[in-house]
């Protein structure tokens, strides 16, 4: 069994930054992949930005986001943090955390088997 618990949310102005983090407890942390999703108010849960497990790990981003969000892992402290540069106010979210077991990375919110409670980011324009 494995807890995701998200942080670092909170208000930011458009082209301003966050940092989210997420914690995980349980084993094997380093073998599982890691992602983020959103969802915004009336809108599905969409993808982010995922990374799969291992020391040459890949990184995947959602269009939207490409070259503004950086993804990267800590499996010494068991945290897979959100780095968000140049915000916008579409990037106005509820986000969430989440743990692949069989290290997949994938896209769609089906792969992942554990999620966190989610960490509200909010951009004003």
């Known amino acids: 069994q494995v807890q995701l618990v998200e942080s670092g949310g909170g208000l930011a102005q458009a082209g301003g930054s966050l940092r989210l983090s997420c914690a995980a407890s349980?084993?094997?942390?380093?073998?599982?992949?890691m992602g983020w999703f959103r969802q915004a108010p009336g809108k599905e849960r969409e993808f982010v930005a995922s990374?799969?497990?291992?020391?040459?790990?890949?990184?995947y981003y959602a269009d939207s986001v490409k070259g503004r969000f950086t993804i990267s892992r800590d499996n010494a402290k068991n945290t897979v943090s959100l780095q968000m540069n140049s915000l916008k106010p579409e990037d106005t979210a509820v986000y969430y955390c989440a743990a692949d077991y069989l290290g997949r990375a994938g896209r769609s919110s089906s792969y992942y088997n554990y999620w966190g409670q989610g960490t509200q980011v909010t951009v004003s324009s």
């Open positions: 349980g084993r094997s942390f380093s073998s599982y992949a």
């Open positions: 990374l799969s497990w291992g020391s040459d790990a890949i990184t």
